[in-house]
């Protein structure tokens, strides 16, 4: 009987260990009434999947790259939900952020300690050197769950003088996928398009070339990074047709990679650019070029 017992007891334990919380609710304002709204794909079968499914596929990758939008606060919520459930499935060996450039590691690792120790960390702004560039209400909470972690918080990104550096001297990008010409030409297509056609033709080869050794730094820090690893980057950055991945490839990587991207309702993600899309509210369209036209 008392064997019985344990089993039960054991099996019910492993029953709670797989159960999967409900996502949050949306927040942005937009898309609520949508047919998408709250929908997940996996892109390569065309299938609708639950959280759950979600969640268990995604921890079978050695490497999870998500991509957000920077601005929508659904993108943010998901993305800590998504790394407290996946913890529940796998050890994770770590977590990597576009956000933190590798001049902060240090910082980000001794805060990290700190936190560990039990201690309150002073302004995150001066403890980790945080841009203020990124929306620290938007990021803080994701940043503050990673540090309270056993594994690293890792940087993934190019510091400021590593960008200056690159619009001095164009390094060389090595690697077939990363450095085909459709690829590139795609690239410069969406950098004269976010920068509303106002950037000089002259800028266009420094910024394709800090675009890629963006994404190259990237998978080099998800490389060097222990394993299993989550990358949360910026959508573009993450696509399999043009980001990451490629490089990824390019490095010599032939193990599993997932790629995820958060997309708002309307948008249109394909099995090229992902493995799987969740589609989210989404933020009230901003005109950014009208700022810059004359």
């Not at 590593?162 to 085909?180: K, N, T, V």
Request: with cysteine; aromatic share 4%.
């Amino acid at each position: 009987m008392r064997v019985v017992l344990l089993s039960c007891l054991i099996l019910l334990a492993a029953c709670q260990s797989q159960h999967v919380l409900p996502p949050p609710a949306p927040i942005a304002p937009l898309g609520r009434e949508h047919a998408d709204l709250g929908r997940i794909v996996d892109l390569n079968s065309g299938q609708t999947i639950s959280p759950q499914q979600l969640v268990s596929r995604l921890a079978e990758a050695e490497r999870v790259l998500v991509g957000e939008q920077h601005d929508n606060p659904d993108h943010h919520a998901l993305q800590l939900w998504l790394s407290r459930e996946l913890s529940k499935r796998r050890a994770q060996g770590s977590v990597l952020m576009e956000m933190l450039n590798r001049d902060q590691q240090e910082k980000v690792a001794q805060a990290q300690a700190v936190i560990r120790e039990g201690q309150a960390m002073a302004d995150p702004f001066d403890a980790l050197a945080w841009q203020p560039g990124w929306d620290w209400s938007l990021y803080g909470p994701l940043v503050l769950h990673q540090l309270r972690q056993p594994y690293p918080l890792l940087a993934a990104n190019l510091d400021r003088a590593e960008i200056m550096q690159i619009y001095r001297q164009r390094p060389l990008l090595q690697g077939e996928r990363s450095s085909a010409a459709n690829v590139q030409e795609r690239l410069l297509s969406d950098i004269r398009d976010s920068h509303c056609g106002l950037l000089p033709v002259s800028q266009l080869p420094a910024m394709l070339a800090v675009q890629q050794q963006r994404d190259r730094r990237m998978a080099e820090a998800l490389l060097a990074a222990p394993q299993p690893s989550l990358l949360f980057a910026g959508a573009f950055h993450v696509r399999k047709d043009l980001g990451v991945p490629l490089h990824l490839i390019d490095l010599g990587v032939r193990n599993t990679t997932a790629v995820l991207i958060l997309a708002e309702v309307g948008r249109s993600v394909d099995a090229s650019m992902a493995d799987y899309v969740w589609y989210t509210a989404a933020q009230p369209e901003q005109d950014h070029c009208a700022k810059l036209r004359p």
